[in-house]
Structures are given as C-alpha cells and as structure tokens.
C-alpha cells in the first residue's frame, strides 16, 4: 500500500515537472518571437525611401526640378517622412499648380504633379493661367507662342475672359490677337496677328468687332485695287492698315501705313518676345521672302 502512494506521489511530481518544463519552453518560446517580431518591425522603420516615383501632366516642369525640391527633405526612414513637406516644397516650384504625394509601403513616395497651363504673358514680367491668375516662370520653357496682356492690377481674369470671346469672334475671319491692352480707364485695343491694331473703347466690345470683321474684307480689297493702279507708269506707294478705329456709333476711322517704312528690326524685337527660337526662324524665313518680292 505505501509503496502504491509513493509510486503515485512520483508520477504527481514529474506531471508536475513536465508541466512546468512545457510552460518555461512556451513563455522563452513567445519572448523570442515577441523578440524576433519587435525587431523586424524596428528594421522597417528605419529603412529608408528607396524609390521616388514622379508622374503627372509636366509640360514644363522637369523631373530634376521635383527632386532638387526635395533635396533638403530627409528620406532616411520612411514612416517618418513627411508627405505634407514634400508637397509644399514641390508646390513651390514656379511651374507647378497642384501636386499631390502618397508614401506606399515598403519603401516607394509616389508625387503626382500637374503643370500650369500659361494662355498669356500679363504685363511682360508674369504669365496668365487658364483661372486668370498670375505666376511667374521661365518663359524659355514655353512651347508655344502666347498672346501679351497689358492691364491694371486686379484685371486680370477680366482680360483673359475678353480675350477669349473675343478671339472665338475673330477666328471666323481666320484672325487672332496677338496683343491685348486694357487702360486705366477700361479703354480696350487690340493687335491682331496681321498687325492691325483695334481700338475698342470701354463699351459694345463684340459690336464693334463684329463691325469690324464686316468691313474688314472690304478695306482690304480697296487696298489691293489701290496698289494697283499706276501713277505716271509707277505704282503707288504700297501701303498697309495700320489701325482701326471703332470708337464710334456707326463708323470707324482707318490709319495707313507705308509698307516700306515698316521696321524689320522692330518687328523682329516684337517677335522674340512672342514667338520660340523655332517659330522665330520661320517667321523670319516668311518675312524676308516677302520683303524681296515686294521689293
């Protein structure tokens, strides 16, 4: 009998003991993963931005534009970065109208960047947006000549929605503005790209251009049949529209112009100013043809 209830008291204790052995190897085995897991995750957030993806509409603004904004951001943990100061940094970049930027996990920053889309220089320092708003930018990017804007400060969305109607109007004529100017006064004249200058007033903007776009055919044929007649076995002197006056009710009042007297080299500054190295190359190439034959 005793020997029965020492041989039970010995299997309690090594249950006992086997118990407790399983229990210590369970608790070592879950402060080693717990170990092993703080540690990974510890490593991750340490690990730096490893990829910069840049995409977006960039007609203008460069890739090294984008990371050279960058350049004072620290990427070397990456939940630490700042997607905030990266976008405010890129957003000041003169090209730029709106930028928005994501981290992706493990180690990637995502910036997506849309351009300004310029529709005029404003005053001869800042370039129009399509909203009306000014900003300033290096023009040598442009890739297309853009029409000049000259107005009070604060007129600026005024002009440009003038403008656009406007032009639609003149586009029927195979016409379209080159120059704009609005004064003080809200007084409005217009350059159009055959050199004709518009003056329009500060009322009846579209009547008066529909007027004009009336007569227009009219005044240029009576010009063509004028510079063919003769006068003592000679031509007359060649001549051009220099402006049209529309300040009045029914009428207008037409200036001329000598084509001789017509300064290349002036025009030529006017050109550069509106017009790429490309552009300008051809319109050159145009101009001297003409110069010669009418020479």
């Known amino acids: 009998m005793a020997n029965k209830q020492l041989a039970t008291q010995n299997q309690q204790v090594l249950a006992f003991g086997l118990g407790l052995a399983f229990f210590v190897i369970v608790i ?6 717990a170990w092993w897991l703080s540690q990974q995750v510890f490593g991750q957030e340490r690990s730096p931005v490893n990829s910069v993806v840049i995409s977006g509409e960039m007609p203008y603004t460069q890739r090294q534009d984008v990371l050279a904004a960058m350049e004072k951001i620290d990427l070397g943990n990456f939940f630490e970065v700042d997607v905030n100061d990266i976008q405010a940094q890129v957003a000041a970049l003169p090209w ?14 995502k910036i997506y960047v849309v351009d300004q889309t310029p529709i005029a220089l ?3 320092d800042f370039l129009l947006n399509q909203f009306g708003k000014a900003f300033q930018a290096d023009t040598a990017r442009l890739n297309r000549a853009l029409p000049q804007f000259f107005g009070p400060e604060g007129s600026e969305l005024l002009a440009l929605e003038n403008y656009g109607n406007l032009n639609d109007l003149l586009e029927y004529s195979n016409l379209a503005i080159d120059e704009l100017v609005l004064s003080e006064r809200f007084s409005w004249q217009l350059t159009l790209n055959d050199g004709v200058m518009l003056n329009l007033g500060r009322e009846e903007r579209v009547e008066r251009i529909q007027r004009f776009m009336d007569v227009y055919p009219l005044i240029k044929s009576h010009l063509k049949q004028k510079m063919q007649t003769k006068k003592n076995g000679k031509k007359s002197l060649k001549q051009a529209v220099d402006y049209i006056d529309l300040r009045y009710d029914t009428g207008l009042a037409v200036g001329w112009k000598p084509v001789v007297k017509v300064s290349f080299k002036k025009q030529l500054d006017r050109w550069q100013k509106m017009y790429s190295a490309q552009e300008l190359v051809k319109k050159i190439k145009i101009t001297t043809k003409e110069f010669t034959l009418n020479a």
């Open 96 to 109: 730029v109208y709106s930028v928005s930027v994501r981290k992706q996990w493990p180690d990637e920053v």
């Open 28 to 33: 070592i085995g879950l402060i080693s993963a």
């Open 122 to 124: 404003w005053n001869g």
